[in-house]
């Protein structure tokens, strides 16, 4: 006996539940595998620091070699991508403060991606 319900696999309906709330939460178009890993950034560890006058992102990228790296930012969203040859990685990071885009410095070191901002500063007054 052999019907289509005994080819059905209820993994595949799990992971298109998660995939399905991932894009709702997201808002992005997020692919999850049979391995059960989600698509671009999936296991990307980032943190952001905070300082008065700095905000500092340290991401790792193990296997990614330095020239492999794309950093963009806008002053309110920094995008990392970067490719090895086991995964590729996109990451867009919403800034918890504005930056100065301009002042950005980054390190790569052993894996560890550091990028730091200074904040922008004040909105100027405008005299009459």
Known sequence: MNND???HDPIDDILREIERVMNEMMGDDVHIDRSGSAGFGSDLHLDVFEADDQLRVVADLPGVEKDAID???DGDVLTVAAASDRRDYEERIRLPATVDEHSASATYNNGVLEVTFDRAG???DIDL
């Open 5 to 7: 319900r005994d080819d």
């Open 122 to 124: 004040d909105s100027a």
């Open 71 to 73: 950093l963009r930012c």
